[in-house]
């Protein structure tokens, strides 16, 4: 159970307005897009319901939940974001661990998971490599483990695939809703490129200047009249 519901939400930075009235859903297992141009406020909302920005209003409720003022640590949701942030001095198993240690999972369970988390990316020949000798791609795919690997019941990413070259985000794209698709997880996803919204999206949600102008179906926001 972890459907997304956003009512009413208003985001401001001091009194600087970012988001005003916003009502968005994302049903259990569904992958909705959030499109739209530089300074619209996709960030912004993916940092709401992260836990990392307090609403100036509205709620956020996951899975029946009301999670508005839940701290971030408490909101099992797992993030990747445009720049990786892997630890530079953790091999591939360590950075994917790293929040099980933190929740003091055990030894045996923490293999396991890690195991299969890397997996799941394709990645379990290069649990010992350190994040430097790792291609671009490779790094990306490590940071989404470490946040599948947590279990999570909302994955939030935000142009995860900015910082890779052209033939890597084609390829990647298929990689994500496979695993998308694999792990049934509810997924909030940020990017400005309309292929891509097209390719990876169950829904589409087109945000302009902090409000949504337009939502529905690839199929639905792409057709010409
Ligand atoms: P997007 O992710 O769609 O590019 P953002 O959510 O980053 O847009 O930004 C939405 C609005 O909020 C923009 O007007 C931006 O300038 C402003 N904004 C974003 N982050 C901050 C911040 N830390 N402090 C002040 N204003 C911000
Ligand atoms: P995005 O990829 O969301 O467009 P940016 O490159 O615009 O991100 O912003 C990078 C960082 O700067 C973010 O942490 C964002 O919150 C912050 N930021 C964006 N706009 C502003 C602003 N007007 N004032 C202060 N910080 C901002």
């Known amino acids: 159970m972890s459907h997304l519901q956003l009512d009413h939400l208003h985001l401001r930075y001091g009194n600087a307005p970012a988001v005003e009235d916003l009502n968005l859903e994302v049903q259990d297992g569904e992958l909705v897009s959030l499109l739209g141009p530089s300074g619209c406020g996709k960030t912004t909302t993916m940092r709401a319901v992260a836990g990392l920005l307090a609403p100036a209003g509205g709620t956020i409720t996951l899975g029946g939940q009301d999670i508005t003022r839940l701290p971030a640590n408490r909101r099992d949701i797992g993030l990747v974001f445009q720049s990786y942030a892997l ?44 994040p430097a000798n790792l291609s671009g791609g490779q790094q990306q795919r490590v940071a989404l483990a470490r946040a599948i690997v947590i279990e999570p019941r909302l994955l939030l990413l935000d142009e995860p695939l900015s910082n890779l070259d052209a033939k890597l985000r084609l390829d990647m794209r298929g990689e994500l809703r496979r695993i998308q698709r694999e792990l049934g997880v509810t997924m909030l996803y940020v990017t400005h490129d309309q292929d891509e919204a097209l390719a990876l999206s169950d829904r589409i949600v087109i945000m302009r200047a902090g409000r949504i102008e337009q939502q529905g179906t690839p199929e639905q926001v792409y057709a010409r009249p």
């Not at 933190?102 to 396991?112: M, P």
């Open 87 to 130: 630890f530079p001095h953790l091999s591939t198993f360590e950075n994917v661990a790293f929040g099980l240690r933190l929740r003091k999972v055990q030894d045996a369970e923490l293999r396991r998971r890690v195991g299969d988390a890397l997996e799941v990316v394709g990645l379990s020949e290069f649990a010992a490599r350190l």
